[in-house]
Each structure stands twice: as structure tokens, then as C-alpha cells.
């Protein structure tokens, strides 16, 4: 089955999955991880989802805002360091770290006023599987915030360093995932924007109510 296929291309085990914790430091926290959550802008009470949450620099955050956040990460090392982190956040109640993908989300449908993604969607090896999830589990009136660092922009100041990056993951294009999106239902917008200072890949949707 496809979602099985997804889980088990992230089910590398240990020693393989260790690679993460070269770039622990921007994965920890970062300003794109803040600046995301502004633009999400949880609020007291919603119920979030972090979809590759990573070490959950933005599901922390989100939740000491007062959301209630699920947050779904494949890779195990990154979800074991999540769960450590949670249990020294005073909001830990309201987190929840669960295995899954953006293909194959582990919620309900319609429950979830708020999603975001950081970093991430360059990885869902389904866009067309991903974002029909993310109109399923998103309730009437929720929104969604993805941003992708855009590397390949030469203002970049990582862009000798990463540009092309895509090329062996998905290629992300704004203007596709908002058609498809708007496809789904949604209100969708795709644009190139700096957050955080840097070019970056941002696509905003909404369910109507
Ligand atoms: C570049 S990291 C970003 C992590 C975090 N959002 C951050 O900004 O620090 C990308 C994350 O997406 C996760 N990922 C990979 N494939 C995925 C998929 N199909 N669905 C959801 N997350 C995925 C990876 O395990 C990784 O944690």
C-alpha cells in the first residue's frame, strides 16, 4: 500500500537516521520556525498540526501559544528527540508526537483549525496524496501556512551550498500546489516571499467555513 511504502522509506533505523543530528542546531530552533508560527498564528484553544515537525521547533512553540498540537514526524530519531523536548515544556499537555506522513496523517478528519509545515514539503514524496490530507483533516474555516526555504534564489546566503537541493527529493512549485489545493476546495495562494530575512516558498490555504 502507498501510505505503508511512505512509512517504510523513513524506517532507516538508528545509525542511518543519526545524520539529522549534524544540522541539530537549526533543527532545534531557528528563525523560519518562529516566523512560520507567526504567520500560522495559533491561538489559544486550536488544534494544530505540525506536519514533519522535525524536533519541533514550531510545535513547541505553537503550544506554548496555547494550541493543542499534534506533531508528525516519520523519522524516529527525530521523533525521540521531540518527545524529550516536550516533557520540559511547561505546555507539554497540550503536545502530541505521533509517527506519520503528510501523506498518511495519523488525525481525524476536521480536526484541525491550524496547519503548518517548515522545511518540509520538499520530502513528501506525494504532493497529490499530501495536500488531499491536509483538506480532509483540516476542519471547516482552518487554514494552512507551508514555507520552504527557497535555495535556488541566488539572495539565498546558503544557495552555493544547497541550491538544486530538490532535484533528488520533490520539486516544489507554489503555483502548482495552490492550483491543486484550490482543486481540493480551498482558498489557496502561492508566492515567493522573504520570512525570516531569507527567499523562501510560502503557500497559504483555507477551508471555507
Ligand atoms: C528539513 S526537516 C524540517 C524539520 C522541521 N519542520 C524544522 O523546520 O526544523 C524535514 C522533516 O520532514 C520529515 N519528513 C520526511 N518525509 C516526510 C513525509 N513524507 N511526511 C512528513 N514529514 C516528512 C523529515 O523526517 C524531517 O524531519
Known sequence: MAHEQHRHD????????LHWLWKIRKFWSSDLNRALVDLADPKPGER??????????????????GAHVVAVEPSAVMRAV??????FQWSRRRITVE???????????????VLWAA?????????????????????PGGRL????????????????????????????????????????GLEAVGRHEEVAGVPAKVVRATKPA
Open 119 to 139: 522545511n518540509a514539503i520538499h520530502h513528501w514524496v506525494d504532493h497529490g496524496l499530501a495536500f488531499a490530507e491536509f483538506a480532509r483533516v483540516l476542519s
Open 48 to 65: 494544530g498540526l505540525d506536519v514533519g515537525a522535525g524536533m519541533g521547533p514550531a510545535a513547541m512553540l505553537a503550544a506554548k501559544r
Open 145 to 184: 501556512v507551508l514555507v520552504d526555504e527557497d535555495y535556488d534564489d541566488l539572495e539565498h546566503p546558503d544557495h552555493a551550498a544547497h541550491a538544486g537541493h530538490e532535484a533528488d527529493l520533490t520539486p516544489v512549485d507554489v503555483d502548482s500546489i495552490s492550483a491543486v489545493l484550490r482543486g481540493l
Open 99 to 113: 509517527c506519520g506522513v503528510a501523506e498518511d496523517l495519523p488525525v481525524a478528519g476536521g480536526s484541525t483549525e
Open 82 to 87: 521531540c518527545r524529550i523536548r516536550r516533557l
Open 10 to 17: 523513513h524506517d532507516r533505523g538508528l545509525l542511518a537516521e
